[in-house]
Antibody
Framework: EVQLVETGGGLVQPGKSLKLTCATS????????MHWVRQSPEKQLEWVAQ??????????YYAESVKGRFTISRDDSKSSVYLQMNSLKEEDTAIYYC????????????WGQGVMVTVSS | DIQMTQSPASLSASLGETVTIQCRAS??????LAWYQQKPGKSPQLLIY???SLQDGVPSRFSGSGSGTQYSLKISSMQTEDEGVYFC?????????FGSGTKLEIK
């Protein structure tokens, strides 16, 4: 059974940092592309970032809204993916989902349960 | 960015009724489209990818079709468990983008 479990969310002040972790199991993590997708309080889904596999040189891609502030990374030895979020803004408030792209097709095959990030003073 | 426009924003259907949800892309996405279902309080789940391929474990009453800029998701016989919000997503170009969702309820 595929499982993705996000941790690290919470309440943070604007301008501060937070790091999300996604621990996975049930699939060959090292071969999968991994993404973070967020859902705003208005329920709109927004793709945030992607990291490809080692065979793709761990290439990373970001939404313009987070480029330069967020960093996606992975540790294949721990089957985990991370999202370092710096200089947080109120508009980053959302549920953050970890997703996997096993078929390398730019779709989100499986999703975690999500973790809430609230940016507020 | 490729804009994804879904219609309708919401609809209600009777049990056993056929339901169709539309998704239009702002440019040709060459069948690079997925559909997701999100039930209240849950994360989205992949239903259809590549415009028409059914994800493993998804009931066969769900089907997808379309090409170019126009795509649709059909539920051939509405069931209670099909209530939720449905999103389309294009996988052709970065940034990967979603439609705004269609809320489906039982009438």
């Amino acid at each position: 059974e595929v499982q993705l479990v996000e941790t690290g969310g919470g309440l943070v002040q604007p301008g501060k940092s937070l790091k999300l972790t996604c621990a996975t199991s049930g699939f060959t993590f090292s071969n999968a592309w991994m993404h973070w997708v967020r859902q705003s309080p208005e329920k709109q889904l927004e793709w945030v970032a992607q990291i490809k596999a080692k065979s793709n040189n761990f290439a990373t891609y970001y939404a313009e809204s987070v480029k330069g502030r967020f960093t996606i990374s992975r540790d294949d030895s721990k089957s985990s993916v991370y999202l370092q979020m710096n200089s947080l803004k109120e508009e980053d408030t959302a549920i953050y989902y970890c997703t996997c792209d096993i078929l390398w097709a730019y779709y989100f095959d499986y999703w975690g349960q999500g973790v809430m990030v609230t940016v507020s003073s | 960015d490729i804009q994804m426009t879904q219609s309708p924003a919401s609809l209600s259907a009777s049990l056993g009724e056929t339901v169709t949800i539309q998704c239009r892309a702002s440019e040709d996405i060459y069948s690079g489209l997925a559909w997701y279902q999100q039930k209240p309080g849950k994360s989205p789940q992949l239903l259809i990818y590549g415009a028409s391929s059914l994800q493993d474990g998804v009931p066969s009453r769900f089907s997808g079709s379309g090409s170019g800029t126009q795509y649709s998701l059909k539920i051939s016989s509405m069931q209670t468990e099909d209530e939720g919000v449905y999103f389309c997503q294009q996988g052709l170009k970065y940034p990967l983008t979603f439609g705004s969702g269609t809320k489906l309820e039982i009438k």
